[in-house]
């Protein structure tokens, strides 16, 4: 940690205040926010994006963001930057853009401050996040982009293969969503309208990009309903040193003959590699 010797000051032995000092004390308390960071989001998956710390909700519907006052660690940065509350209305192709915009804090015992070459600048920097309808990715960040801790994340890339191709999945609806705290990982998931032929058959749920590696074999019960009504308790399985999942009936029996008619859906904690 950086840190100002201040041992050698005394009444008798002032120390002048120089560039490098400021700097470095700056340097220190951003150091130390980034480590905190990083230990608190240990284990995310989207390390590169930006992480909401708190507030950040949109409460708006459409095209109307209502964004509540809040807090983001900007990874580009390797700061946290403040959010005031705001309403955008995003108009045509536009997004949600959050640009790092810098005000000055103007008083008479703060800017202007005047230098020893007698010229006038402003050094007492005020920089938040200010949102705004703009092109994507023509500011620090999109809102989309930012990560909520303590949320489940939609997972959109994934493959499921029935061992037998007895089961299929068609047309129906697939939900992923993934929780993320530290090295721990909740997987919920909802596979609707599947087909089965009546057989013993297994049904592997791979995720291809966004989840890290599985560290050891972990068990769960799910279940599966004919519609509305139970019909189906199974075992999920995540496989260590992979990010695939097992889906096998409890005992090892056969499913039933469905035809776009089997839901799916069960969660699973484990433990990341």
């Known amino acids: 940690m950086k840190k100002i010797k201040t041992t050698d000051i005394t009444s008798t032995s002032a120390m002048p205040l120089k560039k490098g000092s400021l700097d470095h ?33 949109n409460t708006g519907s459409g095209s109307t963001y209502i964004i509540s006052a ?20 995003v108009s045509g192709s536009n997004v949600l853009v959050g ?26 920097e005020i920089r938040k996040i200010v949102w705004s309808s703009a092109a994507s990715s023509s500011g620090n960040l999109n809102y989309s982009e930012l990560v909520f801790r303590n949320s489940f994340d939609d997972l959109s890339s994934y493959t499921l293969a029935g061992n037998l191709n007895a089961w299929t999945i068609g047309t129906g609806s697939v939900s992923l969503k993934l929780l993320i705290e530290g090295k721990k990982a909740t997987l919920f998931f909802e596979i609707d309208n599947t087909t089965t032929a009546g057989v013993n058959d297994t049904l592997t749920l791979g995720i291809t990009s ?64």
């Open 210 to 273: 966004g989840l890290p590696l599985i560290k050891q074999n972990v068990f769960a019960t799910a279940f599966a309903t004919n519609g509305s009504t139970f019909d189906e308790l199974f075992v999920i399985t995540a496989l260590a040193g992979t990010s695939t999942f097992r889906l096998r009936l409890v005992p090892l029996d056969q499913w039933g003959a469905y035809t776009n008619l089997l839901d799916i859906k069960g969660q699973i904690t484990f433990e990341l590699a």
């Open 99 to 124: 640009t790092v915009t810098t005000t000055y804090l103007t008083a008479a015992d703060a800017d202007p401050v005047e230098f020893s070459d007698s010229t006038l600048n402003s050094v007492h």
């Open 25 to 57: 004390l700056q340097a220190a308390y951003i150091e130390t926010i980034q480590d905190v960071n990083k230990a608190y989001w240990a284990g995310d998956r989207a390390s590169t994006l930006p992480k909401a710390l708190y507030g950040l909700e």
């Open 70 to 89: 809040g807090a983001l660690m900007l990874t580009s940065y390797g700061e946290v930057f403040r959010c005031d509350a705001q309403t955008v209305v």
